[in-house]
């Protein structure tokens, strides 16, 4: 999702994609960096498919846990972006690249000591450059290999025995057939859900919360939602992204759609297009920038339950991505958690989907803590669209990389 504000921000029509197959991780970037930069003369439809010349050459040092240096000594920030790049703020620059790699999904050998071509900014975002980066010290290749996936081209089935298994396991939710659903293939059905899992090997657990961050949402009320603030709905109608995977689309539109209502206190409803098409709208119409942008927490890692609750009641609804599991989409309302069963039927990797959380509460019988969450499987599918998951215990790693945005109306 953090990719597609990124796309917002920089127009950069070539980034249409989710994500990636590179799998680098924390230990892989941290360390010293030569950032080669071109000529700051670039606006934000700068293309750096070709770097061109080179005119700056920094070595920025990237430590633990997410301060950057450079040789001066002046200090910023850097944060990775899941296993796909990473992001450095310094010297009133942004710079984000993508982790160099080899191969798709199936196969793929990542390089994590350099990075494809990427894009550099002022605090503006007026002024840009293309850069690209070199690790300082090398990092051995990484091999991941998926196994062959056989049968994804059949069409979807509803496995009424899977169904009754997770009915009778548990009562927090419940699963009922979707007979829409077997206009998908399983293919379909996954992409639905957010495509294969990039090969991440291990991911940071939500952080410890610090006393302050404790103190901070103690203050919260019990429940919130932003579907209903005094009578005021500021979230977006839900949407049907179909058989395509672009739930990271759909996620940051919804995302922005209610950063748009509530900055205006409902005054502009708009519904933003996820399909990232060059604009054909006459120069007069008014446009709305994503003027900042961070993981909830200040940077990946530095995720957690206090620090999520505190971004969404004070900044808006919050993006989030979680692994869905074969039980996810049978979902017909309660409070979701995986129940560790699985559909003899239809094969079903875990994937990677991206949502946005609207709310949180506790439900009264049980005591559950729960967050609020729109999907964008239509309004037919869950609670209207909507789907609770418990919260609190990174239920599907859904506390691990929230993402939060500014926006000027
Ligand atoms: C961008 O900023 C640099 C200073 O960092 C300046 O030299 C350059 O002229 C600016 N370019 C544009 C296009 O504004
Ligand atoms: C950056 O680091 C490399 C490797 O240590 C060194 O060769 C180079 O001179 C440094 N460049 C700058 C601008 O300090």
């Known amino acids: 999702m953090l990719m597609l504000v990124f796309i917002v921000l920089a127009g950069a029509t070539a980034l249409v994609t989710a994500d990636t197959p590179a799998n680098c991780l924390y230990e892989d970037i941290r360390g010293t960096w030569t950032f080669s930069e071109t000529e700051r003369t670039g606006d934000h439809t700068i293309n750096c498919d070709e770097l061109g010349p080179i005119v700056h050459a920094k070595n920025f040092t990237l430590s633990f846990p997410n301060t950057a240096t450079d040789e001066l000594g002046n200090e910023g920030t850097w944060t990775l972006i899941y296993n796909q790049g990473f992001e450095v703020n310094i010297n009133e620059r942004s710079y984000f690249a993508f982790s160099y790699y080899e191969g798709d999904l199936n196969a793929v050998v990542s390089y994590c000591d350099r990075t494809f071509n990427g894009w550099s900014r002022d605090k503006t975002i007026r002024n840009w450059s293309c850069y690209t980066a070199q690790k300082t010290t090398p990092v051995n290749p990484r091999v991941d290999a998926r196994p062959a996936q056989r049968e994804l081209d059949r069409p979807f089935r509803n496995d009424q ?63 919130f939602d932003w579907r209903d603030v005094e009578g005021e709905n500021y979230v977006s109608p839900v949407r049907d992204q179909g058989g395509c995977g672009s739930c990271y689309a759909f996620a940051s539109m919804a995302n922005l759609e209610a950063q748009v209502r509530i900055a205006t206190r409902n005054q502009r409803q708009d519904v933003f297009s996820p399909q990232d ?86 439900e009264e019988d049980t005591g559950e803590k729960f967050w609020i969450v729109k999907n964008s499987w239509g309004g037919s599918w869950g609670e209207d669209g909507f789907f609770r998951i418990r919260r609190g215990t990174d239920e599907c790693a859904i506390e691990s990389m929230a993402v939060q945005v500014t926006i000027i109306p």
């Open 161 to 223: 025995s899977f169904i009754d298994k997770i009915n009778a396991a548990q009562s927090s939710w419940t699963a009922k057939a979707y007979p829409e659903f077997t206009k998908y293939t399983v293919k379909e059905m996954q992409r639905r859900a957010g495509g294969p899992k990039p090969a991440i090997s291990s991911r940071p657990r939500p952080a410890p919360a610090t006393a302050e961050q404790k103190a901070q949402t103690a203050l919260l009320p019990e429940h």
């Open 277 to 362: 098409t060059s604009c054909a709208t006459d120069n007069s119409c008014s446009r709305t920038y994503v003027s900042d942008y961070q993981h909830v927490g200040g940077y990946y890692g530095a995720c957690n339950e206090e620090v999520m609750l505190e971004a969404l009641v004070t900044t808006g609804p919050i993006s989030v991505s979680f692994e869905v599991y074969s039980d996810f989409s049978s979902y017909n309302g309660g409070i979701y958690h995986h129940t560790g069963l699985e559909s003899d039927f239809n094969p079903f990797e875990l994937t990677n989907h991206v949502v946005l959380i609207v709310g949180y509460g506790v």
